[in-house]
């Protein structure tokens, strides 16, 4: 086996928040002012949390209270809300993927230890994770290390408890995780479910466009 432990990022690898977050939207907005295009939706989403993220660290929830609030700004619809904690509840709702159960499943059987390491606060996590038929081996979040990635400390936290064990950190999203763990010398496999180019800069590595074969390489 290349590797004994597995680490992934959660939203975005494991958990569909694009359709998570789209829905949200779309059910807590008051009739008939649901958000239009979905990408510009998403894109504002992704702009205004890294803001939010970037600053002093506050909880996930009001991570996404804030972020929820800047967007529907920047959408004109300041008045179609009561109340922008609507993201935060959604969270225990967001759908996991199709085939992550399975594989998972799979790498388990293999005698994979397995991890997440995800920018999220404790309790939002638990909830997810009722979603799933395995059981995680490592849990790190933004509320423990106080921090969000790209930042390195849940990369620090995971290499104090994984100790030197073959570690592959695995993520679709090259700004969060993938730069981060190329920088500190973690090998990691790319899931890119988007079909998104490389970015500049980051070196070759395992791609796959979802986890099914994942299992099949690490032999």
């Given amino acids: 086996m290349r590797y004994e432990y597995l680490t992934f990022d959660c939203y975005g690898t494991l958990v569909?928040?694009?359709?998570?977050?789209?829905?949200?939207?779309?059910?807590?907005?008051?009739?008939?002012?649901?958000?239009?295009?979905?990408d510009r939706v998403l894109a504002l989403h992704a702009r205004h949390e890294a803001e939010v993220e970037a600053g002093p660290y506050r909880p996930y929830r009001d991570v996404l209270a804030e972020t929820a609030r800047r967007?529907?700004?920047?959408?004109?619809?300041?008045?179609?809300?009561?109340?922008?904690?609507?993201?935060?509840?959604?969270?225990?709702?967001?759908?996991?993927?199709?085939?992550?159960?399975a594989a998972?499943?799979?790498?388990?059987?293999?005698?994979?230890?397995?991890?997440?390491?995800?920018?999220?606060?404790?309790?939002?996590?638990?909830a997810t994770l009722e979603?799933?038929?395995?059981?995680?081996?490592?849990?790190?979040?933004?509320?423990?290390?106080?921090?969000?990635?790209?930042?390195?400390?849940h990369f620090a936290r995971a290499r104090e408890r994984i100790g030197e064990r073959r570690w592959l950190h695995v993520a679709q999203s090259q700004f969060h995780d993938i730069a981060t763990a190329q920088r500190l010398g973690i090998p990691?496999?790319?899931?890119?479910?988007?079909?998104?180019?490389?970015?500049v800069g980051l070196r070759p590595l395992p791609t796959f466009s979802d986890l099914s074969d994942l299992g099949h390489w690490l032999v």
């Fill in 188 to 199: 990691a496999a790319w899931i890119n479910r988007l079909d998104e180019p490389p970015a």
């Fill in 131 to 153: 979603q799933f038929e395995v059981r995680f081996d490592l849990l790190i979040t933004a509320q423990q290390v106080r921090s969000y990635k790209p930042a390195a400390a």
């Fill in 71 to 101: 967007m529907a700004a920047d959408l004109g619809l300041e008045g179609a809300f009561t109340s922008f904690d609507f993201l935060a509840e959604s969270v225990p709702g967001w759908p996991v993927f199709p085939e992550v159960d």
């Fill in 16 to 38: 569909d928040w694009r359709n998570g977050i789209l829905s949200a939207f779309a059910q807590a907005a008051a009739p008939p002012a649901v958000p239009p295009q979905p």
């Fill in 104 to 126: 998972l499943s799979g790498l388990r059987r293999q005698g994979i230890r397995l991890g997440i390491l995800s920018n999220i606060d404790d309790d939002l996590l638990a």
